[in-house]
């Protein structure tokens, strides 16, 4: 049973125009939330994250927010660029340093 | 900047065959995860290491794969011998121990296939 899902497996989105990547988790234990983006042939990359003593974290073009009753996140990009075009996976863990539980992925395509 | 070194970068293998994968992490970075994704999914755990100490293979198929931390720095995943349903992405990341929110850095990956 997937513990961090992540329904969409491909966005298309306009250069300039945001990108809204959602992800639901089903483990109440979870306390720690990550977003990773990923190229073709390489490792993921850390990109933002969020605790959930927090709703919202902000860096630079890049937005998470946690909604905690709901189990859902979502990481916003604003604005849109062709270098974003990736696969962004989202992953959680909780306390004790227990490792990460990964989502499938969703595919992001920023078209010029 | 430092990073996670993996080798090799790709690696083919006929079936029944032994491989093995190395990971140096970050230097100071007591916990090495090793993980692997399948094309279309996310990655998932094979095996956690916090210093010299497996923490938690629950999800390594034992039968066939191994893996060790010798002395707490580097490692190796060795597969022997490898069926067809290897073939994927075997990643290694690395994360400081003893803080209880952070990110793990992932090394680019060795693509293992299987023929």
């Known amino acids: 049973d997937q513990q961090v899902k992540q329904n969409s497996p491909s966005l298309s989105v306009q250069e300039g125009r945001i990108s809204i990547l959602n992800c639901d988790y089903t483990?109440?234990?979870?306390?720690?939330f990550l977003w990773y983006k990923k190229y073709p042939a390489e490792g993921p990359t850390f990109l933002i994250s969020i605790s959930s003593i927090k709703d919202k974290n902000e860096d630079g073009r890049f937005t998470v927010f946690l909604n905690k009753s709901a189990k859902h996140l979502s990481l916003h990009i604003v604005p849109s660029q062709p270098g974003d075009s990736a696969v962004y996976f989202c992953a959680a863990s909780g306390s004790g340093n227990t490792p990460l539980v990964f989502g499938k992925g969703t595919r992001l395509s920023v078209i010029a | 900047e430092a990073e996670v070194a993996q080798s090799p970068r790709y690696k083919i293998t006929e079936k029944s065959q032994a491989v093995a994968f190395w990971c140096d992490p970050i230097?100071?970075?007591?916990?090495l995860y090793w993980y692997r994704q399948i094309l279309g999914q996310g990655p998932e755990l094979l095996v956690q290491?916090?210093?010299?100490?497996?923490?938690?293979d629950s999800q390594l198929p034992k039968d066939r794969f191994s893996a060790e931390r010798l002395k707490g720095v580097d490692s190796t995943l060795k597969i022997q011998p490898a069926e067809l349903g290897d073939s994927a992405m075997y990643l290694c990341?690395?994360?400081?121990?003893?803080?209880?929110?952070?990110?793990?850095?992932f090394g680019q990956g060795t693509r293992l296939t299987v023929v």
């Open positions: 290491f916090q210093d010299e100490s497996v923490v938690d």
């Open positions: 483990n109440s234990m979870f306390d720690y």
């Open positions: 230097s100071g970075h007591a916990t």
């Open positions: 990341a690395s994360s400081l121990f003893r803080q209880m929110n952070t990110e793990a850095f």
